[in-house]
């Protein structure tokens, strides 16, 4: 059964320094491309950052570009998504997403359509 368990969210001082972890099991992804996504109340799901499976190329969104960093851990199964200086505007339910497609240049990792297999999420809060 694959799973993608999400950890690391709760409340956070703006500025302060926050890390959120995905863990994976079920098949092996290390040639998934691995995605945050988040989902503010109100709002749609929307593109964070994203890890390409082939060549470790790494996207972001441009309101965190600078602030957050995507990174895996293939031995240990694990995707983290760094977040230094954290606005309140971060604040949401954040999502890790893998997918896999074997020309995976070929696709726009920010489509959330392109992700096969989805974890429930975790709640980050930021207050100012």
């Known amino acids: 059964q694959v799973q993608l368990v999400e950890s690391g969210g709760g409340l956070v001082q703006a500025g302060a320094s926050l890390r959120l972890s995905c863990a994976t099991s079920g098949r092996t992804f290390s040639s998934y491309t691995m995605g945050w996504f988040r989902q503010a109340p109100g709002k749609e799901r929307e593109f964070v950052a994203a890890l390409r499976g082939s060549d470790r190329i790494t996207f972001y969104a441009d309101s965190v570009k600078g602030r957050f960093t995507i990174s895996r851990d293939n031995a240990e199964n694990l995707v983290y998504l760094q977040m230094n200086i954290p606005k309140s505007e971060d604040t949401a339910v954040y999502y890790c997403?893998?997918?896999?497609?074997?020309?995976?240049?070929?696709?726009?990792?920010?489509?959330?359509?392109?992700?096969?297999?989805w974890g429930q999420g975790t709640q980050v809060t930021v207050s100012s």
């Open positions: 997403a893998a997918g896999y497609r074997p020309r995976d240049r070929d696709y726009q990792w920010s489509n959330l359509r392109n992700y096969d297999y």
